[in-house]
């Protein structure tokens, strides 16, 4: 009996020193902030951050007095990582207190230790130097990271987040190439972003340089702070007449992050912004008149060549005159040049090739025009330069270039041939062709018409029908992120499914519950164009009560995410669950919505 109460003794006293060992687990405890230099009277953030694994409830740190600095606001995130190794969990726990700040001197400034008492113990982070100059062109300490935080409710979206339109130059001639470009500017984490409005560029001919196809971040520093940028789109303008012309602004619908409530707060939440760039006025002044009788609109730097596909044509054969126009500008506005007529040549209109592209967000390329000469008597021919003016901005005046002459000779023609077209087919004639008289028998020509054919005539206009329904489907396939999602959703859920059947034929349910969780979850987000991820259960079912989800199909498809994640976050729950029947559950419902 003795020895059994002695061992009741050191079981007890094991358990006492146990208990204080792990209340006397340490926590990190630093200060960071996110500019080292800073503008007068900019706004800057303190981050103060606690970090600790089975951490309880952290009381707010005790700021050190700050008379150089005004305190503008403050908010807190918390973060939680939980893992369940052999049966029990354990938390990693990670809470900031986030601070704003702006500077009321200049000079070097000093932050004090800040202080937090966790569990009868202090924690003081160290003191933080800060560099105050005049304007806010200061030079930002980019976060250690590289990416975005969760955004605070206090942090104003004004300065944090803005769409940028910028013009190259705001005054040019007509013609003159003007290059605009939108950048998103962000400090927040943003879940997505679509284009709700496209700017459009009304009185300008515009060529596409640049369409962002997706979130594609990189790092710039703006007026002293660190921010998140890309660049939407960028366009090549030509202002079509002269005058005051505007660029319409353009709208983006965008997700921002918002940090977690508390530590169970695995969906997070989001906050839907729309923000507006402002319009781009540029004024477009008018070329100069006296404009040669060669001009024919182009405006830029560009030079002229011309060629004959032969110098030798036999009975009537075309002869082809090339005209080819390469250089920088508005090269798609450039008419094309006159040729001058020349006798026994018939000279047709010309065909126009154009190969336009990019080159350091310069409009470059070249224009064709073949032009098909048809001879008419035989000779040597001479055909002149083919004269051509533009106007060059640079040095605001006309230039006029030339090609050199060429010649060509015609041989065996005879004006009673019949004309040979630029399509290359002859005209023969327009006299009825002369009827036999050795026919013994005119049969009489059936007027009845085909099944066939009658067939053919029903199936056509479905055809055509059916065309255009399926280039619709395709465009909006590529532009229509929701109809996209939700046209993929049955085959993806079939393939998640299949991964969930594999899995409980293996008995392999960690996996399963994993997989099945994917199916349901991402199912849901599609069919509905939802971010699951950013959307606690409350928001998943007011959106599918928005959608018109019958309540029993919701009530199925949410007492599957709650069987999901309990078993994931508490496999001991797992023995109280009935894997097939969840299976065909989900594979039910699905196939309701």
């Known amino acids: 009996m003795a020895d059994l109460k002695l061992k009741y003794i050191l079981i007890s006293l094991l358990s006492v020193l146990s208990i204080s060992l792990v209340d006397a687990a340490e926590i990190e405890f630093n200060a960071t902030v996110d500019q080292s230099t800073v503008g007068l009277g900019d706004q800057f953030t303190l981050t103060v951050t606690v970090q600790g694994q089975d951490m309880t409830s952290v009381p707010?740190?005790?700021l050190p007095d700050m008379p150089d600095f005004n305190?503008?606001?403050s908010s807190s995130s918390q973060s939680t990582n939980i893992q369940f190794i052999n049966g029990k969990m354990s938390k990693q726990a990670s809470v900031n207190y986030i601070y704003y700040l702006s500077a009321k001197?200049?000079?070097?400034?000093?932050?004090g230790p800040c202080l937090i008492k966790y569990k009868d113990q202090e924690y003081r982070s160290q003191p933080i130097e800060i560099e105050v100059v005049k304007s806010s062109t200061a030079r930002a300490q980019p976060a250690p990271s590289g990416r975005a935080s969760a955004a605070q409710p206090n942090i104003p979206i004004e300065g944090n987040l803005f769409l940028s339109a910028a013009a190259s130059r705001k005054t040019v001639y007509v013609g003159e190439q003007v290059m605009v470009d939108f950048t998103l500017y962000n400090r927040f984490q943003i879940s997505d972003a679509r284009i709700a409005e496209m700017p459009t560029?009304?009185?300008?001919?515009?060529?596409?340089?640049f369409d962002a196809e997706k979130l594609s971040w990189q790092q710039k520093t703006l007026d002293g702070k660190q921010y998140q940028y890309m660049i939407l789109k960028k366009a090549a303008l030509f202002p079509m007449s002269s005058g005051e012309l505007a660029v319409s602004p353009m709208t983006l619908d965008i997700a921002i992050v918002l940090a977690s409530r508390d530590f169970f707060d695995f969906f997070g939440n989001s906050k839907a912004v729309k923000i507006e760039s402002k319009s781009i006025t540029i004024t477009a002044l008018p070329l100069p008149g006296d404009k040669p009788a060669e001009f024919t609109g182009g405006v830029g730097k560009f030079s002229i060549q011309a060629s004959l596909d032969r110098n030798t044509a036999t009975g009537n054969e075309p002869i082809n005159l090339s005209v080819k126009i390469t250089g920088t500008g508005n090269i798609r506005?450039?008419?094309k040049p006159a040729i001058t007529a020349?006798?026994?040549?018939?000279?047709?209109?010309?065909?126009?090739k154009e190969n336009i592209h990019v080159s350091g967000d310069v409009i470059k390329g070249s224009k064709t025009f073949t032009f098909p000469i048809i001879p008419q008597s035989d000779g040597k021919y001479v055909i002149p330069a083919v004269k051509l003016a533009y106007f060059d901005p640079a040095d605001k005046s006309y230039h006029t270039i030339q090609t050199q002459p060429l010649e060509c000779s015609v041989s065996g023609c005879n004006q009673n041939t019949p004309l040979v077209e630029a399509t290359g087919l002859k005209v023969l004639g327009t006299d009825i062709n002369y009827i036999k008289p050795d026919a013994s028998v005119l049969k009489n020509a059936s007027l009845e018409i085909p099944k066939l054919a009658w067939l053919l005539y029903l199936l056509f206009p479905a055809t055509i029908l059916s065309a255009f329904w399926y280039r619709g489907h395709i465009d909006r396939l590529s532009t229509d992120r929701g109809y996209a999602r939700k046209h993929r959703s049955n085959g993806l859920v079939k393939k998640r499914l299949q991964i969930s059947e594999k899995c409980l034929k293996v008995n392999d349910l960690s996996n399963f519950y994993s997989s099945l969780s994917q199916a349901v979850f991402g199912f849901i987000g599609d069919r509905y164009n939802m971010d699951m991820g950013a959307r606690t259960k409350e928001q998943i079912h007011q959106e599918l009560s928005r959608n018109g989800v019958p309540d029993d199909i919701l009530s199925d498809i949410l007492a599957l995410m709650d069987a999901c994640d309990r078993v994931r976050f508490s496999p001991s729950s797992a023995s109280e669950m009935d894997p097939p029947g969840m299976l065909e559950k989900a594979k039910e419902v699905f196939s309701r919505l």
Not at 201 to 209: I, S
């Open 105 to 111: 001197k200049l000079g070097k400034l000093s932050i």
């Open 71 to 73: 305190l503008l606001g």
């Open 342 to 352: 020349i006798s026994g040549l018939k000279i047709m209109d010309p065909e126009v």
């Open 201 to 209: 560029f009304n009185g300008f001919w515009p060529e596409k340089v």
């Open 333 to 335: 506005l450039v008419g």
């Open 60 to 62: 707010k740190p005790e």
